[in-house]
C-alpha cells in the first residue's frame, strides 16, 4: 500500500509499516536474523532463481530493511529504494554501479570530504577520471561534461558552503550527454527537496543525518524511481556488502517518524539564528539559504520546500577567534555530524573537509574560518544564548 493521498507528516508514521502479520504488531518487528529458513529444497532454488521472492539472506534482503526502503522509497516519491550501512556505503554503491575504468564524473567542488576523497585518491586506482566544479553554475557543469562522462554529482545545499545547484537544469545537461545524475539530499531530507521530481536518477541520504536525527546511528539509503538503475545498485550493493543490519534500520525508522516535527523546530531555530548572527559585530558573514545575502536564495525557494537548519559562518578573527567559539559554547556541542535533534558545531577545515587538503578546500571555496552549525531542537533562547556568549568571549 503506497500513501500518494496522504500528507508528508502522515508518510513519516505510516510509509512501509504494516501491521505484523504473525500478531498484528503496530510496530515493524525487527528481523535480527543472518539467514531464512526454506520449507524444501525446490524453495531454496527458487528463491535464489528469482521465481519465489521470499527472503533468504540478510546481506540481500531483509523483512525490517524492506520497510525501511519502501518508507523513503514513497517520502522520496521514488519508487524503489536500497538501504546501506553508511552514507558513504550509499555513495561508494553509486558510484561502483556506475563508474569505472575509462568513465569520468563531473561533481560539485564542496562535497562531504570523504565523498571528495574517494573519488581523487581510490577511484584514480581503477581509471575513474574526476572533475570537481562550482555546480551552483550549471554552466560549469556543462563545460565540464567530456564524451566519456557518465555521472553528474551534485550535493545540494553543499556540505559545508551550502551553495545550492539547479536540480532541473543540471538533471537536462546531464542527460543530454546520456549521464545520470545524482543528488546527495542529506542536508534536505525529503521533507525539505525531492530530486527525483525535479529530474534525478538517483537520491541517496547519509540517514545518519536528518532521517535517523537522533546522533546514534550510522545509515545511508539510495532510491531510484526506475527499476533498472535499482536492479544494477542493488546487485553491486549486495556483493560488495554494504548491507545495513535490521536493527540499525529498525532504529532509523523509528527516528523517521518524527522528522517531520524535528526538521520544522530546527529550521524555524536556524532561519532565527541566522538572521540574528548577520547583524552580530563579531561576525564576518553568514551562509544560510533562508537570507537574502544567499547567492541562490531564490533558487533555493524555488527548489527548496524550506531553507533547513544548518548555517556557515566566519566570525572575525578567522581561524583562531572561531576556535574560541567552538571551545566556549554549553548547549551546542563540538562534534562532527549534523541533522541530529541536538545543536552540533564543528570546523570543517580541520574536522570533516581535512581529508580533501588545503587546495581542494580552496577550489571548493571552505575557507579555513569557516564554522558550521547543526542547528537542532533546543528552545531557540538556549542556542542563541549559547552562541552570542560563546562570540562575547572572543
Ligand atoms: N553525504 C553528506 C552530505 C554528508 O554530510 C555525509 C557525512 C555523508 C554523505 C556520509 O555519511 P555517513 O557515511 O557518515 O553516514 N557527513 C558528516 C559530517 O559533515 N560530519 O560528520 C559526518
Redo the contacts with the bound molecule.
Keep these: 500500500m503506497t500513501h500518494s493521498d496522504v500528507c508528508f507528516d502522515t508518510k513519516c508514521i505510516h510509509a512501509g509499516q504494516h501491521p505484523d502479520k504473525l500478531f498484528g504488531g503496530v510496530s515493524v518487528p525487527i528481523y535480527q536474523s543472518s539467514t531464512f529458513a526454506f520449507e524444501d529444497a525446490d524453495q531454496g532454488a527458487a528463491r535464489f532463481s528469482g521465481k519465489d521472492c521470499g527472503y533468504k539472506y540478510t546481506r540481500i534482503g531483509n523483512p525490517t530493511t524492506a520497510a525501511l526502503e519502501e518508507c523513503v522509497a514513497e517520502l522520496e516519491n521514488g519508487k524503489c529504494a536500497v538501504a546501506t550501512a553508511?552514507?558513504?556505503a550509499a555513495?561508494s554503491t553509486v558510484f561502483m554501479a556506475f563508474l569505472g575504468a575509462g568513465k569520468h564524473i563531473v561533481s560539485t567542488g564542496s562535497v562531504?570530504g570523504?565523498?571528495r576523497t574517494i573519488l581523487e585518491k581510490e577511484l584514480t586506482r581503477f581509471g575513474v577520471e574526476s572533475t570537481f566544479v562550482d555546480t551552483s553554475s550549471p554552466e560549469n557543469v556543462k563545460n565540464a561534461i567530456k564524451p566519456n562522462t557518465t555521472l553528474v554529482y551534485l550535493?545540494t545545499p553543499a556540505?559545508p558552503t551550502l551553495s545550492i545547484s539547479d536540480i532541473e537544469s543540471c538533471a537536462k545537461i546531464a542527460h543530454e550527454a546520456n549521464a545520470i545524475l545524482v543528488v546527495?539530499n542529506?542536508?534536505c531530507s525529503p521533507i525539505l527537496q525531492n530530486p527525483l521530481e525535479l529530474g534525478a536518477d538517483v537520491v541517496l541520504h547519509?540517514m545518519?543525518?536528518f532521517l535517523n536525527g537522533h546522533s546514534d546511528v550510522?545509515?545511508?539509503i539510495i532510491v531510484t524511481k526506475c527499476g533498472d538503475l535499482m536492479k544494477k545498485i542493488r546487485t553491486v550493493l549486495t556483493q560488495f556488502g554494504g548491507t545495513i543490519d535490521p536493527h540499525q534500520a529498525w532504529l532509523v525508522l523509528r527516528g523517521i517518524k518524527t522528522l517531520d516535527m524535528r526538521v520544522r523546530v530546527a529550521q524555524e531555530n536556524a532561519l532565527k539564528l541566522a538572521e540574528e548572527l548577520e547583524k552580530h559585530p563579531k561576525v564576518a558573514w553568514v551562509k544560510y539559504p533562508g537570507l537574502k545575502s544567499h547567492p541562490q536564495y531564490e533558487l533555493a525557494k524555488k527548489q527548496m520546500n524550506g531553507p533547513g537548519a544548518m548555517i556557515s559562518f566566519e566570525v572575525k578573527g578567522g581561524v583562531k577567534a572561531g576556535k574560541t567559539v567552538m571551545d566556549s559554547v554549553r548547549v551546542c556541542t563540538l562534534a562532527?555530524?549534523?541533522g541530529g535533534i541536538e545543536s552540533l558545531i564543528q570546523h570543517p577545515a580541520s574536522m570533516?573537509h581535512a581529508s580533501m587538503g588545503s587546495e581542494a578546500r580552496a577550489q571548493a571555496e571552505i575557507s579555513d574560518g569557516l564554522i558550521r552549525l547543526s542547528v537542532g531542537c533546543e528552545n531557540f533562547a538556549d542556542i542563541k544564548n549559547d552562541i552570542f556568549s560563546a562570540l562575547d568571549k572572543i
Design positions: 553508511s552514507g558513504m555513495i562531504y570523504p565523498t550535493e556540505n546527495d542529506t542536508f547519509s545518519t543525518k550510522v545509515a545511508g562532527v555530524s549534523l570533516t
